[in-house]
Nanobody, 127 residues
């Protein structure tokens, strides 16, 4: 499985960006997919996830109501629409996917539960 994240950039506070994660080697419909981010000097943290079974969506409290995760089966991509961006959203954003057995719900926010990772895309929000 290979993941390619794109869509990052520089935006002013209050603006929007849409990140995309293109998957190859497995359908995003059959995979638990997640977005994480890592700011300088900080640990990689959970942002959002979408489950393969039922399509349940999960968000970190810090982004709830501003970010939306979605899946495009035809393009085999998972996207993260980010609105009302804040300077504290500045980070490298990574997409990740589960292995063949998926991720149990209690671990969906745990970065160690994900098997495959993309290369990351930089998001910078200026104040």
């Amino acid at each position: 499985v290979q993941l390619q994240a794109s869509g990052g950039g520089l935006v002013q506070a209050g603006g929007s960006l849409r990140l995309s994660c293109a998957a190859s080697g497995r359908s995003v419909s059959n995979t638990d997919m997640g977005w994480f981010r890592q700011a300088p000097g900080k640990e990689r943290e959970f942002v959002s996830a979408i489950r393969r079974s039922g399509g349940g969506m999960y968000y970190a409290d810090s982004v709830k109501g501003r970010f939306t995760i979605s899946r495009d089966r035809a393009k085999n991509t998972v996207s993260l629409q980010m609105n009302t961006l804040k300077p504290e959203d500045t980070a490298v954003y990574y997409c990740a996917s589960s292995g063949v057995s998926g991720i149990i719900l209690s671990q969906i926010r745990n970065r160690n539960a994900y098997t495959y990772w993309g290369q990351g895309t930089q998001v910078t929000v200026s104040s």
